[in-house]
């Protein structure tokens, strides 16, 4: 990409005054650094957070879930800010939503 833009700045005839093409300007430039950075890093970071707070928010009894500290369970009770995942038979661990990593759903009986 930086590449073409050098071609198209050298390839630009140069006006009399000797400023040369608006490609070169440095305020060019570093808009263009600005919404690559946007379109490459910012915007797809927002999509994976809203998708993961869908994910969060619709959380369920019975669903699978994988937790940051890497810890499978199962959704057994859903609080307001918490989750109960049942890691073992008669044993539940509490942890707070943002530590769900994935979640993976309940299949169902019919397959």
Known sequence: ?????????????????????????????????IVMFYFLLIRPQQRQRKEQAARIAALKNGDKVITTAGVHGIVHNVKDTTVMVKVAEGTNLEFDKAAVASVVKKESKGE
Do not use: Q, Y
């Open 1 to 33: 990409m930086i590449s073409l833009l050098n071609t198209l700045a050298e390839a630009a005839p140069a006006g009399d005054n000797g400023s040369g093409s608006l490609l070169g300007s440095p305020f060019v430039m570093m808009g263009l650094m």
